[in-house]
């Protein structure tokens, strides 16, 4: 269940902003084990002097091609799940839609079940889980 916000500079194309989204999305899917019908993603587009980062540190050189997803993820991954997921979505966005893995940066924040609702009053992750019986 997670829920991705992908920032980058404005002038990416149409198709180059589905292939991000979509390269993102199976990243999860192969090392989160999302399932893939779980989708829900956000893509903000900025001005230049809007999207602040510095091109060396920690890594780098990174240029205006410089991509930064926030997903927001509701357990907890074990270290090395991220590190391949890490590891998945910069091989995957180099092929689609072409971005330098220097130009990827990922940050990962979880949270608890009772913090999502996806539609209604309900707390949808913890409402639709079935019931254990003792």
Do not use: C
């Amino acid at each position: 269940m997670p829920f991705v916000r992908i920032s980058l500079i404005k002038g990416r194309s149409p198709d180059d902003l589905a292939a991000l989204a979509d390269s993102v999305h199976r990243a999860l899917a192969e090392t989160f084990r999302v399932p893939r019908d779980d989708r829900f993603q956000v893509i903000h587009q900025h001005d230049p002097e809007e999207l602040i980062y510095n091109r060396h540190y920690l890594g780098g050189p990174r240029s205006a091609d410089f991509v930064l997803i926030h997903m927001t993820a509701g357990k907890p991954r074990t270290r090395q799940t991220k590190q391949t997921f890490y590891q998945r979505v910069v091989a995957l966005l180099a092929q689609a839609p072409g971005i330098d893995p220097e130009d990827v940066m990922v940050v990962i924040s979880t949270t608890e079940s009772e913090d999502w609702s996806f539609g209604g009053e309900r707390m949808s992750m913890i409402d639709t889980a079935p019931e254990v019986s003792s």
